[in-house]
């Protein structure tokens, strides 16, 4: 199976197909939400754009931090559980045009800030692949409706690992082009440095497909990138014989006790075999163990300043769930107290911390620096190599029954979190599944330098081809 | 005694057609609440884009005061919860401001001085929020609207001099149109920070800081009123406080509003939705080549070159248009002295008389040149000048035709004054006897009647020759 969305396609002969085609997806993605709830609505009014472009009938479905016009946007928090947005974001109007039919809005970890699934206000989201397992976020329901079979395809936002990883435990693929190449206009803000639109897919074919429709400068968000004029899919079967790979010994030398984890390292170095058996160079390297110690330390620190600023406009004055008070001061304060988790007040003060005068120097603006750091260093790799690869996390989806799932282990925790490298430096990073540890899918992440999108999705589908993973079916 | 140390820190609305960072239209004579985008309202997921009219203005400004410009646009985050402020921030220039280290010259009879400029930034205003007893209405036509705030070094040494900076300022921003800067509309506010050290102290003295003062009256108020408050405090041993102050133009005084002015943590920090924009140094040139003479200038080229009082061209500066009309006139040939007169004199007059603007006449250096030519070719007197003069501006129309619409066009012809002197001299027997015998003032009399036979159109200089030649031959 090369794409499920050329797949489908081929059966959309005229209006009606597409119709009956929506139904049925709908129907699948009410059963998806009474198993996994993936789903903060389900779209009730088919509507559809007759196009050219080989999404024309699609269904797909859209991460709930999306703005879409006239159709409740909750970003998964309570603040936001009756707010109807009065303007599209670019991805989605892109979409729209493109022919693609939206289905339904899905559940995220509550305004992007979490990877467990477990903190959105309607509720936790299970994984397809063993329901007692979380499925990881923020892009949680994204990635359980194309799990679960319902959608060719959905629509996430990844600011440490939130596409890759949920990908990543529910076996499928999830890829962030470069930092720019998709507008951000009309997704919520969560840590604009960091933020990328991203996709979530059953192949690198597909999910080079959706980038090209994607992809391009949008004169709404100055931070986007002039289009590189490069149609992806076009590119992601050219040979990668004679690519140079890396992986970083500090991060895969885990000493633990986890069977999982081992597992999973085993699984890594078995494909870093077969990789070099196709002619493909792989290069252990060496990286600053302190450098990548502070990477999470780091992410959080800037994430979370970031964040509290950018969510400072959640005050239920000129939208959101108003908490009346004597005045504006009381209604911000009773607003923002009931309308957040705790999860997310505790961000937003950590955030606001951060950004005192007096801490600043110290726990920002050391942040960027170790940001910088890792960048500048891992440009320097990217100079040498066409990518990195890594396994993209250390265990399998956690169990919702085990230990508090905010803490990890010491043991693995950069195993667990180095794909923020790739936001960091914004850089073109995908998760493809290649194995399953314990019944349980894992992923292999590959990053590339900077504008080198096309090259990420080339060595992806290759390596996607010399791993034939065969996750079953978890269809609803 | 003591010596007043003054510094300002003025916010200038700029007058472009949309806002900083969004495409609604940035206007005042709307209906509340129409001038506004999901951007203003910070909307989830909304982003904003940077003005570039707003920017090529603000970089105009910066020329102008002289400033060094960044080589590049970086804004920053200032963090706030306020109603009239949607996003929970504002963004402004901190890190980078647009120009700094600049100055801008005062002029007087005296000579110049220069008020250094810290630095001049860009930002965004907020809200306007009308407070009723019961609640507050939110207008956020304003929320967005592109700033300026030039922030001067405090190196302002009287309250003449500080209001001359805010006149000499608003002309140099009227000059290159980048606002009105009416200050009935709150296009230029003023934050004022008042000291007082002793004369012989080089050290300067606690500050306090007057927020929004919103007339250059009030400015002058504000720090009159300081001045009077702290000498007071220094003369009885009574600690000055750093604090923030507000000033009531009902009472002419100011109140604190809160102590340690620096007591508020905005957070700034780098603005991540806006990337680094470089400013083209041919961007710069381009605006520099392209810069309007400034009152300064013209003031200085009107006294060394055309010999005008230092009132006169601070007169005809006034006003870009006005200036204009002056430097027209004197190009189409006047005499810089009476183009200057006509204008600082009788059209200010007519203003006056009228309760006009200049802008609302449609007066040309044409005109005024052809009424100037007029008069010194003979061809009206000076007080048939004040009549075409006033049909000019009235009906806007070229003084020569207004002279043949109302014939009056001077006879200068010999032999027809000739005619009329001979027809008074007939008439009037008794004043020529009179004039033989000797009072020969009576002359005065029958000029006088010369000129009222010929309808006042004769010029008067021939006559009275022809009338003494004639006289004698009776």
């Not at chain 1, 504006?328 to 107290?337: A, D």
């Not at chain 1, 794909?419 to 019944?439: D, R």
């Not at chain 2, 306090?208 to 009123?225: G, H, L, M, P, T």
């Not at chain 2, 002015?261 to 140094?281: F, L, Q, R, S, T």
């Amino acid at each position: 199976m090369v794409s499920n969305i050329i797949e489908l396609k081929e059966k959309l002969n005229n209006e009606e197909d597409i119709k009956l085609l929506f139904n049925e997806t709908i129907k699948k993605a009410k059963k998806c939400n009474e198993k996994y709830n993936a789903f903060v609505t389900i779209t009730d009014s088919y509507e559809h754009i007759e196009s050219d472009s080989i999404l024309n009938g699609i269904p797909y479905s859209l991460k709930d931090n999306f703005s879409t016009e006239g159709i409740l946007t909750t970003g998964s928090s309570n603040l936001l559980k009756s707010y109807v947005p009065a303007f599209d974001s670019t991805v989605y109007e892109k979409l729209k045009n493109a022919g693609a039919v939206l289905i339904g809005k899905t559940v995220l970890d509550e305004l992007a800030m979490g990877g467990t699934g477990t903190t959105g206000h309607t509720g936790i989201v299970k994984n397809p692949c063993n329901e007692s397992r979380m499925i990881g976020g923020s892009s949680s329901g994204s990635a359980a409706s194309v799990a679960a079979g319902v959608v060719p395809f959905s629509i996430g936002s990844d600011t440490g690992d939130s596409v890759r990883k949920p990908a990543s435990y529910s076996g499928i693929v999830g890829f962030k082009p470069t930092y720019g190449r998709i507008s951000r206009y009309g997704l919520f803000n969560f840590a604009s440095s960091l933020d990328h639109v991203g996709i979530l897919s059953k192949t690198v074919t597909d999910a080079a497909i959706v980038t090209d429709i994607l992809k391009g400068y949008d004169p709404k968000d100055m931070t986007s990138l002039k289009d590189d004029g490069i149609k992806y899919v076009n590119e992601i079967n050219n040979d990668i014989e004679g690519k140079k790979l890396f992986y970083i010994k500090e991060i895969i030398d885990v000493e633990t006790e986890d069977e999982d984890v081992k597992e999973n390292i085993k699984l890594f170095y078995e494909l870093i075999n077969k990789i070099k058996n196709i002619g493909v160079t792989v290069e252990e390297v060496s990286f600053d163990k302190s450098l990548l110690n502070a990477i999470l330390g780091s992410y959080y620190s800037i994430s979370c300043a970031e964040s509290t600023s950018n969510n400072s406009n959640l005050t239920g004055l000129p939208f959101g769930e108003r908490i009346e008070g004597k005045d504006y001061k009381e209604i911000m304060i009773n607003t923002r107290t009931k309308g957040f988790s705790e999860l997310i007040k505790r961000r937003f003060v950590l955030g606001s911390y951060i950004l005192k005068r007096e801490n600043q120097e110290k726990l920002y603006l050391n942040a960027l620096r170790v940001r910088r750091l890792i960048v500048e260093k891992m440009n320097e790799l990217f100079n040498k190599y066409d990518g990195l690869i890594l396994p993209s996390t250390g265990g399998i989806a956690p169990l919702f029954n085990g230990n508090d799932s905010d803490k990890l282990s010491n043991e693995y925790l950069l195993l667990e979190n180095h794909m923020i490298i790739g936001n960091f430096g914004g850089y073109p990073s995908i998760s493809i599944p290649y194995g399953k540890v314990n019944n349980m899918p894992v992923g292999v992440n590959i990053t590339c330098g900077v504008m080198k999108d096309a090259l990420t999705l080339n060595i992806a589908k290759k390596l996607e081809e010399l791993i034939e993973y065969d996750g079953g079916e978890y269809h609803v | 005694m003591y010596k007043v140390t003054i510094g300002l820190e003025v916010h200038v609305e700029l007058n472009t057609k949309s806002k900083m960072f969004s495409p609604s239209i940035n206007s005042y004579d709307k209906n509340i609440n129409t001038n506004i985008s999901v951007i203003d309202f910070a909307f989830p997921g909304t982003l904003p884009t940077v003005n570039k009219e707003a920017v090529n203005k603000a970089i105009s400004l910066a020329v102008a005061l002289n400033t060094d410009i960044s080589p590049y646009l970086m804004f920053d985050r200032k963090n706030y919860y306020y109603p009239d402020l949607p996003k929970g921030f504002q963004i402004t220039q901190m890190t980078k401001p647009l120009g700094r280290n600049g100055y801008l010259e005062i002029l007087d009879e005296n000579g110049s001085k220069k008020i250094f400029i810290h630095q001049i930034h860009i930002e965004e205003d907020s809200a306007s929020l009308d407070h009723k007893d019961e609640y507050s209405v939110i207008n956020y036509n304003r929320v967005g609207v592109p700033l300026v705030e030039i922030v001067t070094e405090p190196c302002i040494e009287s309250v003449d001099d500080a209001i001359n900076f805010l006149e000499t300022l608003r002309n140099v921003i009227r000059y290159l149109n980048i606002s009105d800067a009416d200050q009935t509309k709150g296009q230029i506010r003023c934050d004022v920070n008042v000291s007082l050290r002793k004369e012989d102290s080089a050290e300067l003295g606690v500050r306090a800081e007057v927020k929004n003062v919103n007339s250059f009256q009030s400015v002058r108020e504000a720090i009159e009123y300081e001045i009077k408050r702290q000498t007071d405090c220094l003369i009885n041993g009574i600690e000055i406080k750093r604090e923030t102050r507000r000033y009531s133009p009902d009472t002419g005084k100011t109140y604190s509003m809160r102590e340690k002015a620096d007591a508020v943590d905005y957070k700034y920090y780098v603005e991540p939705n806006i990337p680094k924009i470089d400013i083209e140094p041919s961007l710069i040139e381009n605006i520099k080549s392209n810069m309007i003479v400034l009152p300064n200038e013209r003031i200085k080229k009107y006294i060394s070159e055309y010999k005008l009082s230092y009132k006169e061209a601070k007169n005809l500066v006034r006003e870009k248009e006005i200036s204009n009309l002056f430097e027209g006139t004197v190009n189409l040939g006047s005499s810089p002295k009476e183009a200057s007169n006509w204008i600082t004199m009788k059209l200010t007059e007519y203003l006056n008389k009228n309760a006009l603007e200049f802008n609302e006449l449609s007066i040309t250096s044409e005109m005024l040149n052809e009424l100037i030519s007029l008069i010194n070719n003979k061809t009206i007197s000076n007080e048939q000048a004040k009549k075409v003069f006033e049909v000019m501006i009235g009906e806007s129309k070229m003084p020569n035709l207004i002279v043949k619409e109302l014939g009056m066009e001077q006879i200068s012809n010999e032999e027809e004054i000739k005619k009329f002197v001979n027809e008074v001299l007939d008439s009037n027997i008794d004043a020529v006897n009179t004039y033989k015998s000797g009072k020969t003032n009576i002359v005065g009399f029958l000029m006088g009647q010369v000129l009222k036979v010929s309808g006042g159109k004769i010029n008067p200089a021939i006559a009275n020759k022809i009338l003494s030649i004639e006289i004698q031959k009776r």
